[in-house]
């Protein structure tokens, strides 16, 4: 027992001192990655005040509202199966900017074949909390 106090006492504050790292941002990549497997482009954007999208073979949009960020990922997402969704990484760049990846496992509706994307989201930290400023879509 005595073992084990003295294990979680050098565990414990090393665990608690990286959650303090990047507050929230970690729980702003788990929403993100729920919407975007569970095909919810709505939700993926509605606390981003004006959103960057950049879809494979296009060029980077200009700033868009939710709604039409929204209608654009919705369109995107139509044909594709999500198979798996992870967060490969959350971070904080710097003061009050931090960078979300994530990686897509998915196929064309009437196809097996299974595709990998990546996801590179940039996120502010606005008085609500992280918002997704930019996103990035990567073969």
Do not use: N
């Given at each position: 027992m005595h073992r084990l106090l003295m294990l979680?006492?050098?565990v414990l504050p090393i665990s608690v001192a990286r959650g303090?790292?990047?507050p929230g941002l970690a729980a702003a990549a788990?929403?993100?990655r729920g919407a975007w497997f569970a095909h919810d482009a709505a939700g993926l954007?509605?606390?981003s005040?004006?959103?960057l999208v950049q879809l494979p073979g296009a060029?980077?949009?200009a700033a868009l509202g939710p709604a039409q960020a929204a209608a654009l990922l919705a369109d995107f997402l139509a044909t594709a199966q999500e198979v798996e969704t992870t967060v490969?990484?959350?971070r904080e760049v710097?003061?009050?900017?931090g960078y979300v990846e994530l990686q897509r496992r998915y196929r064309i509706a009437g196809t097996q074949d299974v595709r990998t994307q990546s996801l590179l989201l940039g996120y502010r930290l606005a008085r609500t909390g992280w918002s997704l400023v930019e996103l990035r879509v990567v073969s």
């Amino acid at each position: 027992m005595h073992r084990l106090l003295m294990l979680l006492t050098l565990v414990l504050p090393i665990s608690v001192a990286r959650g303090q790292e990047q507050p929230g941002l970690a729980a702003a990549a788990e929403r993100a990655r729920g919407a975007w497997f569970a095909h919810d482009a709505a939700g993926l954007v509605a606390d981003s005040p004006r959103l960057l999208v950049q879809l494979p073979g296009a060029d980077p949009s200009a700033a868009l509202g939710p709604a039409q960020a929204a209608a654009l990922l919705a369109d995107f997402l139509a044909t594709a199966q999500e198979v798996e969704t992870t967060v490969q990484a959350a971070r904080e760049v710097e003061p009050g900017r931090g960078y979300v990846e994530l990686q897509r496992r998915y196929r064309i509706a009437g196809t097996q074949d299974v595709r990998t994307q990546s996801l590179l989201l940039g996120y502010r930290l606005a008085r609500t909390g992280w918002s997704l400023v930019e996103l990035r879509v990567v073969s």
